[in-house]
Nanobody, 115 residues
């Protein structure tokens, strides 16, 4: 199994930046894609960004140009740099990791952007 722990959330003003981290532990063998999802109040969970084991990244249209996902395989950590934050980015952000056809989830970290 894989355990994921997110950190870095908080309260910021619109236009500011935050960096989320997700540390993975446990059985690290053959972890494929890792990524970030978010769930805003009253909304369904949506994908934000993902990165493959080879470093290929994908982004939701709403965050392209503002968010950057990166992965440090040596540290078993994935990051989400969020710049130019908007009030609509307010959500609980969850880290996810895919291994052997199973998706593991972190507990989430709250990001609140005040306008």
């Amino acid at each position: 199994q894989v355990q994921l722990v997110e950190s870095g959330g908080g309260l910021v003003q619109a236009g500011e930046s935050l960096r989320l981290s997700c540390a993975a532990s446990g059985s690290m063998f053959s972890i494929n894609a890792m990524g970030w999802y978010r769930r805003a109040p009253g909304n369904q969970r949506e994908p934000v960004a993902s990165v493959s084991s080879g470093g290929r990244s994908n982004y939701a249209e709403s965050v392209k140009g503002r968010f950057t996902i990166s992965r440090d395989n040596a540290k078993n950590t994935v990051y989400l740099q969020m710049n130019s934050l908007k009030s609509e980015d307010t959500a609980v952000y969850h880290c996810a990791a895919d291994q052997g056809g199973i998706r593991y989830w972190g507990q989430g970290t709250q990001v609140t952007v005040s306008s």
